[in-house]
Nanobody, 125 residues
């Protein structure tokens, strides 16, 4: 499986943006897919993940109901709908995947062996 992230761009504070992680290859349904982000000068942090198969969802604490992750196994895509974006959400957003990843490891980047190239979201005040 290979990943490609898209959908980044400029947005004003309070606005929305939808990121898409598109996968190629087989057995996409077997992969937990996550979004991480890295702001300038900061470490990469967990944003959200959707479990393999039925797609149980998980979010970082800072999300506070603003983002929604979803997957379409037929299209091999995972979307991250981001609403009420704030300047502190400015970052490069990466999608990542790992097959049959246990829920205990969803927020830990080192357990993901597949990464997309990142897409930049810039939120202006």
């Amino acid at each position: 499986v290979q990943l490609q992230a898209s959908g980044g761009g400029p947005v004003q504070a309070g606005g929305s943006r939808r990121l898409t992680c598109s996968a190629s290859g087989r057995f996409f349904i077997n992969y937990t897919v996550a979004w991480f982000r890295q702001a300038p000068g900061k470490e990469r942090e967990f944003v959200s993940a959707v479990k393999y198969g039925v797609g149980t969802t998980y979010y970082g604490d800072f999300v506070q109901g603003r983002f929604t992750i979803s997957r379409d196994n037929d299209k091999k895509t995972v979307n991250l709908q981001m609403n009420n974006l704030q300047p502190e959400d400015t970052a490069v957003y990466y999608c990542a995947a790992a097959s049959f990843l246990h829920v205990n490891y969803y927020s830990t980047e080192r357990y993901y062996n597949l990464w997309g190239q990142g897409t930049l979201v810039t939120v202006s005040s």
